[in-house]
C-alpha cells in the first residue's frame, strides 16, 4: 500500500521561503505522478502544482513563478519549493500520488494522499 509523508511545514514571515517534502513508500515512486494540494480553513482543497514520472509540470496558474514542484526518484521524493510566501498561502498542504493521467490537477485522479503539513504565514 502506497503511503505518503509530508513534512516541512511550520510558521513562517510573509516573504520568507519554505520547502515542503513528500516521502513515498509502498510502491515503486517511477509509476506515479505526484501532485500538491492545499486547503485554508473553511475554503474548499485547490490544486497546486503536480509532476509527472517525467518530470513534466503543471501549476496553478495563480502560483506558478512562486512555487516550484521537483522530485527526487532515487529517493521516491516530492518537494514543493514555496517563495515570497504570502499570508493567502497559509493552509495544509497535502501530497499526493496516481497512475492516471500525465499531471493531473483533479484531485479526483489522485488514490494516494498524506495526512498534510501545517504551514502558516505570519504578516
Known amino acids: 500500500q502506497v503511503q505518503l509523508v509530508e513534512s516541512g511545514g511550520g510558521l513562517v514571515q510573509a516573504g520568507t521561503s519554505l520547502r515542503l517534502s513528500c516521502a513515498f513508500s509502498g510502491g515503486r515512486f517511477t509509476n506515479y505522478n505526484m501532485g500538491w494540494f492545499r486547503q485554508a480553513p473553511g475554503k474548499e482543497r485547490e490544486f497546486v502544482a503536480s509532476?509527472?514520472?517525467?518530470?513534466?509540470?503543471l501549476y496553478a496558474p495563480s502560483l506558478e513563478g512562486r512555487f516550484a514542484i521537483a522530485r527526487d526518484n532515487g529517493w521516491s521524493t516530492s518537494y514543493l519549493q514555496m517563495n515570497s510566501l504570502k499570508s493567502e498561502d497559509s493552509a495544509v498542504y497535502y501530497c499526493a500520488a496516481t497512475t492516471s493521467g500525465y499531471t493531473p490537477s483533479d484531485q479526483s485522479e489522485y488514490a494516494f494522499w498524506g495526512q498534510g503539513t501545517q504551514v502558516t504565514v505570519s504578516s
Open positions: 509532476i509527472s514520472w517525467g518530470y513534466s509540470k
